[in-house]
């Protein structure tokens, strides 16, 4: 079992920059594979970046690429998400979320990928 717990929410004038963190708890943290997800109001909850637990494969959704940067830091058993040049389309609940896995390079994309959930940070960019 993990415990996920994100922070860094808030609101952002478009342009603007975030960084998201997620703190974990309960097992070994370096085991996992983590990602972020997003859900606005009325859709459903979407991949935005995935790292492996190793750190050397790395994946985002085209909507964030060149914006976005996911990383992590297992000594510190903490994930962040580094946002510039937020848009307002990036307004959403953003969720961090891992999955135990034995491979080192195995990153996941898929909501139904992970096991365990933090409780989400509202992300809002104004225009």
């Known amino acids: 079992q993990v415990q996920l717990v994100e922070s860094g929410g808030g609101l952002v004038q478009a342009g603007g920059s975030l960084r998201l963190s997620c703190a974990a708890s309960?097992?070994?943290?370096?085991?996992?594979?983590m990602g972020w997800f997003r859900q606005a109001p009325g859709k459903e909850r979407e991949f935005v970046a995935a790292?492996?637990?190793?750190?050397?494969?790395?994946y985002y959704t085209d909507s964030v690429k060149g914006r976005f940067t996911i990383s992590r830091d297992n000594a510190k058993n903490t994930m962040y998400l580094q946002m510039n040049s937020l848009k307002p389309e990036d307004t959403a609940v953003y969720y961090c979320a891992a999955t135990l896995t034995y491979s080192l390079n195995s990153a996941y994309t898929g909501t139904y990928e992970y096991s365990y959930w933090g409780q989400g940070t509202q992300v809002t960019v104004s225009s």
């Open positions: 309960g097992r070994t943290f370096s085991r996992y594979a």
């Open positions: 790292i492996s637990w190793g750190g050397g494969t790395i």
